[in-house]
């Protein structure tokens, strides 16, 4: 089991950067996939981005590609979300969460573990 807990989150106006972190409790963090959601007021929780095991393979939802970049440091037990140009559809809560399915996970039945959420507000 891992516990996940997600900081970094805050205001910002549009077109400016934010870095979240999602620290791990466990060392067995570098066996997970993991991924970031999101979830805005009044809608259901969508995908972000995820990342492999080792960091070599990443992938985007559309509305965030090129403009996010997800990350991970397995020696820190901790996942990144490098978030620039952000617009105000971005304000939402950010989550962390982690699964040990195999391949692109991004759906949230996948993930059994997660974090409590990092509210992030875009001004515009």
């Known amino acids: 089991q891992v516990q996940l807990v997600e900081s970094g989150g805050g205001l910002v106006q549009a077109g400016g950067s934010l870095r979240l972190s999602c620290a791990a409790s466990?060392?067995?963090?570098?066996?997970?996939?993991m991924t970031w959601f999101r979830q805005a007021p009044g809608k259901e929780r969508e995908f972000v981005a995820h990342?492999?095991?080792?960091?070599?393979?990443?992938y985007y939802a559309d509305s965030v590609k090129g403009r996010f970049t997800i990350s991970r440091d397995n020696a820190k037990n901790t996942l990144y979300l490098q978030m620039n140009s952000l617009k105000p559809e971005d304000t939402a809560v950010y989550y962390c969460?982690?699964?040990?399915?195999?391949?692109?996970?991004?759906?949230?039945?996948?993930?059994?573990?997660w974090g409590q959420g990092t509210q992030v507000t875009v001004s515009s």
């Open positions: 969460a982690a699964t040990s399915s195999i391949g692109v996970v991004t759906t949230t039945a996948q993930h059994a573990y």
């Open positions: 466990e060392r067995t963090f570098k066996n997970f996939r």
């Open positions: 990342i492999s095991r080792s960091g070599g393979s990443t």
